[in-house]
């Protein structure tokens, strides 16, 4: 089992940034890919960004690709999504994911566990 608590959400003024960050408990973190989602209010929860189990393959949605770095820690347990150059329509509920698979995944149900979600609200 694998329990997923982010930080780092917030307010902020369109072309600003924010670093959201994972921490995850258990032993498996290490040999799980990552992944970050988002839910707009009255959307679909939509890919952000996902990372293998080594952090050597990384995958982005078009959307953020340019903008949005994903990375982990694996010494810390903890995978980071750095948000550059933030956009209105990035305001979102951000949340962590974790697979069981090894290697990076974009599909939301391939990924077995989930965090609560951190609010990011970008303001024009």
């Known amino acids: 089992q694998v329990q997923l608590v982010e930080s780092g959400g917030g307010l902020v003024q369109a072309g600003g940034s924010l670093r959201l960050s994972c921490a995850a408990s258990?032993?498996?973190?290490?040999?799980?890919?990552m992944g970050w989602f988002r839910q707009a209010p009255g959307k679909e929860r939509d890919f952000v960004a996902a990372?293998?189990?080594?952090?050597?393959?990384?995958y982005y949605a078009d959307s953020v690709k340019g903008r949005f770095t994903i990375s982990r820690d694996n010494a810390k347990n903890t995978v980071y999504l750095q948000m550059n150059s933030l956009k209105p329509e990035d305001t979102a509920v951000y949340y962590c994911?974790?697979?069981?698979?090894?290697?990076?995944?974009?599909?939301?149900?391939?990924?077995?566990?989930w965090g609560q979600g951190t609010q990011v609200t970008v303001s024009s």
């Open positions: 994911a974790g697979s069981r698979s090894m290697q990076a995944v974009t599909t939301r149900n391939r990924y077995d566990y």
């Open positions: 990372i293998s189990w080594s952090g050597h393959v990384t």
């Open positions: 258990g032993r498996t973190f290490s040999n799980s890919a």
